[in-house]
């Protein structure tokens, strides 16, 4: 988890050949960044596609069920609490008014 983390920050923050090291580390290790660790524009294209993510409902997103749904679309556990991660990120926004993110 915590390289998977630090290969997320070295994304954000380009550093781009920091990034591509710890790739082909996780790897190296039979594990897939890019599956484990969506983008956000990943994260946007499965909203798309699975019902209770494309809803504009803060009130759906944010339910006590999500968790199930997340599971039963048979999203890794580290998936799972990344999409909720940025759930959380865009329920706080909508209620302060910031529609945008």
Do not use: H, N, Y
């Amino acid at each position: 988890e915590s390289q998977l983390d630090r290969w997320v920050l070295a994304k954000r923050e380009k550093e781009f050949a920091m990034a591509d090291s710890l790739r082909s580390q996780l790897r190296a290790k039979g594990i897939e960044p890019d599956t484990a660790r969506p983008s956000d524009k990943k994260l946007r294209e499965m909203a798309e596609t699975a019902p209770l993510l494309s809803t504009s409902s803060p009130v759906m997103l944010a339910a006590p069920s999500a968790s199930v749904e997340l599971a039963a679309l048979g999203l890794s556990p580290g998936l799972q609490r990344e999409v909720e991660r940025q759930l959380d990120r865009w329920a706080e926004a909508w209620r302060a008014g910031d529609v945008a993110t």
